[in-house]
């Protein structure tokens, strides 16, 4: 389980590319190590609705190395940063290949279903939706903000889904309560983006995405992994990882966290200009993506020009 890959990211005009790159590396070689089931990605997949090539590049390399080389299924879902129909092109030609991709809310939602050793898991997609879009694609007039609109679908889903069989909803959500961060674009005004995690009962686990710090949405079967990268500096604290989730013959869940090693860590250091200039300590990275905060009180001259001869990846002052 993973999410917010925001591929394509640029942060204070530096493009992020070559360090997805590097991280997505590693995600491949977890899926080369344990062989999972499937992949789920849950929305945000790139930064933007109309993203770089090299992000699609990226996209289409990591994909296809996964489903085509290493015969993991990938289950995709558009978030809120998404063209859903960009992202979604050609998804039943990919379907056969084992690449589910759904951009926009099906009225009428149907399972991607796989078989592990003790018999099928039902897998259900609900990519984000503005609540007026997903209004008009349900056809529900009472749809009037995303937790209605998420229980509409999950109940949909409940009328067709096999009972006593387990399964995996994939949702691109805020759920109220959940852990905020600088580097998520909000998903409406006023709270209407928030839900409730009562709309995920019944699921053996519920594979979130949009929120940026890994974290459990008010039970272990409810979780986001985070964002693939720290994406601003209010994450410099954060461990970034992708979930190994284990569901059982009963749906027992266990969740792993695999760390993510960056290629550039996204740091804040402190201190007056002179000691700055005299460098890195302790062995950090003079490449990390920092934040410089300043203790000098009197004027200092062309203070970024100065700490970059020292620090070329110093973003902000």
Same mark, same amino acid.
């Given at each position: ?5 925001? +591929?394509?990211? !640029?942060?204070?005009? $530096? %493009?992020? #590319?070559?360090?997805? /790159?590097? @991280? +997505?590396?590693? !995600?491949?070689?977890? $899926? %080369?190590? #344990?062989?999972?089931? /499937?992949? @789920? +990605? ?12 090299? /992000?699609?590049? +990226? ?259």
């Amino acid at each position: 389980h993973t999410a917010d890959w925001h +591929l394509g990211r !640029v942060m204070y005009n $530096a %493009r992020l #590319t070559h360090d997805q /790159a590097h @991280v +997505l590396e590693q !995600v491949i070689q977890v $899926a %080369r190590d #344990t062989r999972p089931h /499937a992949l @789920v +990605l849950s929305g945000d997949v790139y930064d933007r609705a109309v993203p770089p090539p090299e /992000a699609v590049e +990226l996209l289409d390399e990591v994909f296809s190395r996964l489903v085509l080389d290493l015969k993991v299924p990938v289950i995709c879902i558009a978030g809120n940063h998404d063209s859903a129909p960009r992202l979604e092109f050609g998804s039943r030609v990919l379907a056969a290949r084992g690449l589910h991709v759904v951009g926009t809310v099906p009225a009428h939602p149907a399972a991607i279903t796989l078989e592990d050793e003790w018999g099928p898991v039902h897998f259900y997609a609900i990519p984000f939706g503005e609540t007026s879009v997903m209004r008009e694609q349900l056809d529900c007039e009472d749809v009037k903000d995303h937790n209605a609109a998420l229980r509409e679908v999950v109940r949909r889903i409940q009328e067709v889904h096999p009972s006593g069989e387990r399964s995996v909803l994939a949702a691109h959500v805020f759920v109220a309560g959940g852990a905020e961060t600088e580097s998520e674009r909000p998903l409406s005004i006023g709270g209407s983006d928030r839900v409730d995690c009562g709309c995920f009962d019944g699921f053996t686990y519920a594979a979130l995405g949009h929120l940026h710090r890994p974290q459990k949405a008010g039970s272990p079967r409810i979780r986001y992994p985070g964002s693939l990268l720290k994406y601003s500096f209010s994450e410099a604290d954060h461990t970034k990882s992708v979930d190994l989730v284990e569901i059982d013959a009963v749906g027992e869940v266990r969740v792993e966290s695999v760390p993510l090693t960056p290629r550039r860590e996204v740091r804040k250091i402190m201190g007056f200009l002179e000691d700055i200039l005299k460098g890195p300590q302790c062995g950090e990275n003079p490449e990390d993506y920092l934040m410089v905060l300043l203790q000098d009180r009197g004027p200092v001259l062309d203070a970024m020009g100065r700490i970059r001869e020292v620090y070329p990846n110093a973003l902000h002052v």
